[in-house]
């Protein structure tokens, strides 16, 4: 397909979460485009399953009016130097005070890519325990859930967040396939 | 869980499809939170299935750094007062030349609920044939691909865009417990 090289951009707003701007590009015919992009540090989300439960959370998500959105655990990359597994052992921890024994990296997605760079590093946690020091500060609006994977279609019917989606259909179609080992 | 109210927003910058800026809300128990937020007109994504293939397309998406990103077919809200299963309809004809007899809203869900409001309708379209009248300024940089259902893994394996992986696991789902009729 098309290859094109970035030919410059600019930065219209600089938050502390997101950059907002355009940027230009040339593909290899010549032709220039420009788009309208949202630059972001990245994310990681985590699967993690026991042989009873896939823990999730539920969340106010205020942007988008939700006031307790049901999501698997998850963070930005928001500490400099951090690679995404250990964000993401950070994250477990502080979200539902978990470690885990084995860690696979499963997928790397971008949420929107018409119009944003945000890429979440998704892995599956297995071999659960609780975490010994949980640091970090604690969010009282997240609330814990041990969600029955016998119930998983429910969780999907709730669920309305793109990488959480993907990780429940993976989850309930490893389960029907057989492909899930044991925690 | 914790009810709240937008109580303001300032928008920093409004582009042709995205405006960025930051809003404020007020939880019931009266703590206020910033966010900053990237609004977005919303978008359709469409699992068009026949009985041999899954639709798909390749096309380069440039701010994220992707020459041949393999999607679902999809297309953004952005004629005014379209509702999203027109602009479905309208997107199959354009991006790959077929109609639809039969449309199932599956989900509506948010690409990225922690700083942005993208919604995407996403519908499983059957019944399918050419399109008789396509309108619409064509993409020549977007490639029509006819995956065979047999090699849906394949396809996941492929692909980085979270709405076309969650329609993919879907449909690998429904094939898995033959829940799909067929076309």
Known sequence: MSE???????????????TAGIERFRH?????????????????????????????????????????????PAG?????????????????????????ARWEELKVFYTSPGFGDERVWWYLARELSPAPDVSGEEDERIEIVAWPLARIDAAFAECEDSKSLIALLWLALARERGELSPA
Chains 1, 2 share one sequence.
């Not at 094109?4 to 979460?17: K, L, N, V």
């Not at 500490?79 to 597994?85: H, S, W």
């Not at 993401?88 to 979200?95: M, T």
Request: with cysteine.
């Open 28 to 72: 290899a015919d010549g032709q220039e485009v420009t788009r309208e992009k949202v630059w972001h540090p990245g994310a990681v989300g985590i699967l993690a399953v026991d042989d009873e439960c896939v823990w999730l959370t539920r969340q106010p998500r205020e942007v988008a009016g939700l006031s307790a959105s049901l999501e698997i």
């Open 4 to 18: 094109f090289q970035p030919i410059g951009s600019e930065t219209i707003w600089r938050g502390e979460i997101v």
């Open 76 to 100: 930005k990359l928001d500490v400099p130097g951090e690679a995404p597994l250990a964000a993401a052992q950070r994250e477990l921890a502080e979200e539902i005070g978990m470690q885990a």
